[in-house]
């Protein structure tokens, strides 16, 4: 066998995958955006209410796996602004970019690979 897979059983669930990163991308999500609307956020960019909400909008959709690319896309476009705001204060790869960075990277992935296991859109599809 020449293959330099290690556990080709797992291959057969790979619809798996998507569904971890989609909601532990919309958990996180969804937890940014409470935080703003309690009025606690940190977060480069918005911190006002109406962010918040539409955060806590996006991370629903994300996590159930509604309209999943559109608002993965519109995540993204969040955590990309994110990105921008702590490039500006010169602070790119430190103090939590890394973090935005790797959730700008989950949220693309899911565009790309669509929503996973156990998603609305498959209902709809």
């Known amino acids: 066998m020449n293959s330099l897979i ?3 059983f797992l291959l057969q669930h790979k619809d798996f995958a ?7 991308l919309g958990l996180t999500l969804l937890y940014f955006g409470f935080k703003k609307v309690e009025g606690l956020g940190q977060s480069s960019g918005s911190n006002s209410k109406t962010f918040g909400y539409l955060e806590i909008v996006v991370a629903i959709f994300i996590v159930v796996g509604l309209f999943t690319q559109l608002a993965v896309l ?4 969040i955590l990309l602004i994110k990105i ?3 490039i500006r204060e ?3 790869l430190n103090d939590g970019v890394n ?3 790797l959730l700008f990277i989950m949220a ?15 209902l709809f599809g």
């Open 6 to 8: 290690f556990f080709p």
């Open 18 to 24: 998507p569904f971890i990163i989609r909601v532990l």
């Open 74 to 77: 519109m995540n993204a476009i």
């Open 84 to 86: 921008i705001d702590k």
């Open 90 to 92: 010169k602070k790119f």
């Open 99 to 101: 973090y935005y960075l």
């Open 108 to 122: 693309v992935s899911l565009i790309f690979s669509g929503a996973g296991i156990l998603a609305l859109d498959r």
